[in-house]
């Protein structure tokens, strides 16, 4: 169509302005109605399971059901509370992955020093062995880890559980200080050297500050990977057990309650970590701003 625009103490002119057509609003239209179906049944299908899981844990019924429905109760939380050996499985399950994070994390950072200092044509090989554990089936991690200690009389059990998880952790971990070390200004570093700076001071005034968030990233997805963690740790842990490995034991004579009561603990407690993250998020925003 035309619209006219006014001159400045001259007659009106004239420029060619396109209106949107008709078909072109009802294609937007019908592209925000399928991109909001489809967020809808995103979210349906992210948390729909969790909330029959936690409901479940509210059921009187002696199986995890909401179809069978015989009221509230919360006597399933005293029942996990009366479990001694979940709770030993939390237990052994904390001391392991307390340990992977104490070997994986030095591991990784040591491995991505190495791929990202060493200027080296071998890199492409390193970097394809050290990444290898990531791709490896879990199965096979468990198996070749036990075969291995059994060699020096170490038979399955925590400490070859946490070897094993530390394997293909430590990968991650390296990948993760990768990433970081990619991006850090290199020019600092040399400036201290320059100056008489030892490498190790060089490493611990300037490099581990400059990590340290991705130390404490790699450190919470350590963790995490190692409490749940099962294909790797049923094979290596021998005659102990972790959270996971005796929940999927109990698989073979039935699920109770209580399994859901240890599913909505664990979502409360995420959900509280990350409302605590995001408050103290947002109080570090404030500060700088405030500066």
């Given at each position: 169509m035309?619209?006219r625009?006014?001159?400045?103490?001259g007659?009106l002119t004239?420029?060619?302005?396109?209106?949107?057509t008709a078909?072109a609003?009802?294609?937007?239209?019908?592209?925000?109605?399928?991109?909001?179906?489809?967020?809808?049944?995103?979210?349906?299908?992210l948390?729909?399971?969790?909330?029959?899981?936690?409901?479940?844990?509210?059921?009187a019924y002696?199986?995890p059901?909401?179809?069978q429905w015989?009221?509230?109760?919360?006597?399933?939380?005293?029942?996990?509370?009366?479990d001694t050996?979940?709770?030993?499985?939390v237990?052994?399950?904390l001391?392991?992955?307390?340990g992977v994070?104490?070997?994986?994390?030095?591991?990784?950072?040591?491995g991505a020093l190495?791929?990202?200092?060493?200027?080296?044509r071998w890199?492409?090989?390193?970097?394809g062995?050290m990444?290898?554990?990531?791709l490896?089936?879990?199965?096979i991690?468990?198996?070749?880890?036990?075969?291995?200690w059994q060699?020096f009389n170490v038979?399955?059990g925590?400490?070859v559980?946490t070897v094993a998880?530390?394997s293909f952790?430590?990968?991650?971990?390296m990948?993760?200080f990768?990433a970081?070390l990619?991006?850090?200004?290199?020019?600092l570093?040399?400036?201290?050297l320059?100056l008489?700076?030892?490498?190790?001071?060089?490493?611990r005034?300037?490099t581990?500050?400059?990590?340290?968030?991705t130390i404490f990233t790699?450190?919470?997805?350590?963790?995490?990977?190692?409490?749940?963690?099962?294909?790797?740790t049923?094979f290596?842990?021998?005659?102990?057990?972790?959270?996971v490995t005796?929940?999927?034991?109990?698989?073979r004579?039935g699920?109770?309650p209580?399994?859901?009561?240890?599913?909505?603990?664990?979502?409360?407690?995420?959900?509280?970590?990350?409302?605590?993250?995001?408050l103290?998020?947002?109080?570090e925003?404030q500060?700088?701003e405030?500066?």
């Amino acid at each position: 169509m035309k619209a006219r625009t006014i001159g400045q103490g001259g007659p009106l002119t004239t420029a060619a302005v396109r209106a949107p057509t008709a078909p072109a609003a009802v294609e937007r239209d019908w592209s925000q109605v399928a991109l909001n179906a489809y967020l809808v049944i995103f979210f349906v299908y992210l948390f729909a399971p969790l909330l029959v899981m936690s409901l479940a844990a509210f059921n009187a019924y002696q199986y995890p059901s909401i179809t069978q429905w015989q009221g509230w109760t919360l006597k399933w939380f005293g029942a996990l509370a009366d479990d001694t050996r979940m709770w030993q499985g939390v237990i052994h399950s904390l001391i392991i992955a307390t340990g992977v994070i104490l070997i994986s994390l030095p591991l990784g950072l040591a491995g991505a020093l190495i791929l990202t200092r060493l200027q080296s044509r071998w890199n492409g090989v390193l970097y394809g062995i050290m990444v290898s554990p990531v791709l490896t089936p879990g199965i096979i991690l468990g198996i070749s880890t036990l075969i291995f200690w059994q060699n020096f009389n170490v038979g399955g059990g925590k400490w070859v559980a946490t070897v094993a998880q530390s394997s293909f952790i430590a990968s991650y971990s390296m990948l993760m200080f990768m990433a970081r070390l990619q991006r850090q200004d290199r020019s600092l570093e040399e400036a201290a050297l320059d100056l008489g700076a030892s490498p190790i001071l060089v490493f611990r005034r300037i490099t581990l500050p400059f990590l340290a968030p991705t130390i404490f990233t790699a450190a919470v997805i350590g963790f995490l990977q190692s409490i749940e963690n099962y294909n790797t740790t049923v094979f290596a842990i021998g005659g102990d057990w972790t959270l996971v490995t005796e929940i999927g034991s109990r698989f073979r004579f039935g699920l109770s309650p209580v399994i859901n009561v240890i599913g909505v603990i664990f979502v409360a407690i995420t959900v509280i970590a990350a409302a605590i993250y995001v408050l103290l998020r947002q109080r570090e925003l404030q500060r700088a701003e405030a500066r």
